[in-house]
């Protein structure tokens, strides 16, 4: 018969395993910004709000869980998930001299399910040029929702199209990617993009 001591210690070391997390290897911030009702005249980025910061699969769970998927949010918002300390503008440091990597959704459930993939890759340290990439913005729009993936060094062309090939892996789609640089968008919305996987 078992003592009340190894009782006692058989819970103990059952709670201790219940609270067990698994770390990542970089935090990572959720913002939400949702220009659905924008204010006359207001600057862009004043409707950014930075939602929460973690830094464990356990933590990233229950945020997921929780939060809204991208096909809940109002038509002209956006969701971002970019590494702790880097804000999702072109004006940040860190995007300044990058780009970003384009694809669009064919529908609600496909955006939902490319977001979770996306941000599975990113927490999961899937890609081999990670330290190149700022975060991931989803996007819903009235004709075409898409997701965005930021990288930091848009004239490396190497690192981005590896960045690109793993990401359509990861996504698993046929249709292209297209890379547009910051500085081009900056100076014309409608700019070219520079490489196409």
Not at 116 to 136: P, S
Request: with cysteine; aromatic share 10%.
């Amino acid at each position: 018969m078992e003592s009340s001591g190894s009782m006692a210690s058989g819970t103990a070391n059952e709670a201790e395993t219940t609270k067990q997390t698994h770390s990542l290897q970089r935090q990572w911030t959720f913002w939400l910004d949702n220009q659905s009702k924008p204010k006359q005249g207001a600057a862009w980025g004043t409707s950014l709000r930075k939602v929460h910061t973690f830094e464990t699969v356990e933590e990233f769970w229950c945020l997921y869980d929780q939060i809204f998927k991208p096909s809940k949010l109002p038509t002209n918002a956006d969701f971002h998930l970019f590494r702790s300390g880097i804000e999702p503008k072109w004006e940040d440091p860190e995007c300044a001299n990058g780009g970003k990597w384009t694809v669009t959704s064919s529908g609600k459930s496909n955006l939902d399910t490319m977001w979770l993939e996306t941000l599975m890759a990113l927490i999961g340290e899937q890609f081999d040029e990670a330290d190149d990439i700022c975060g991931v913005v989803a996007s819903v729009r009235p004709r075409q929702d898409k997701i965005a993936l930021w990288t930091k060094s848009a004239s490396n062309e190497a690192a981005q199209m590896g960045i690109g090939r793993k990401w359509k892996e990861i996504l698993d789609v046929n249709d292209k990617l297209t890379y547009s640089f910051h500085d081009d968008s900056r100076r014309d919305r409608s700019a070219k993009s520079r490489y196409n996987v």
